[in-house]
């Protein structure tokens, strides 16, 4: 079982930063993908990123196309957290975003166990 909880959402200006904690709880959060997706008002929860530890030590990330560029995903395993760094906000990415972990590094939020519960992004223009 692993707990998740994130932080590091609120306002920010059009243009300007937040980084977004995903901390894990129970089990190695490294163990597992880890994806971040976001819901905005009235619409469904889509993926924007994730990263993957391969079993070599090194990991990999995938992003939607709409944050590549102004988003990165990053862990520190010692802290058993991962994050979202994002730059460039746009009122556009106003949203709920949650992180997830799971076994396969997919961008179907179907495949992922685990969910925390959410965090607010608020982008005013």
């Known amino acids: 079982q692993v707990q998740l909880v994130e932080s590091g959402g609120g306002l920010v200006q059009a243009g300007g930063s937040l980084t977004l904690s995903c901390a894990a709880s129970?089990?190695?959060?490294?163990?597992?993908?880890t994806g971040w997706f976001r819901q905005a008002p009235g619409k469904g929860r889509i993926f924007v990123a994730v990263i993957k530890r391969w079993s070599s030590g090194s990991s990999s990330t995938n992003y939607a196309d709409f944050v590549k560029g102004r988003f990165t995903i990053s862990r520190d395993n010692a802290k058993n957290t991962v994050y979202l760094q994002m730059n460039s906000l746009k009122p556009e990415d106003t949203a709920v975003y949650y992180c997830a972990a799971g076994t396969i590094a997919t961008m179907d939020g179907g495949t992922y166990t685990y969910w925390g519960q959410g965090t607010q992004v608020t982008v005013s223009s």
């Open positions: 129970g089990r190695t959060l490294s163990d597992y993908a």
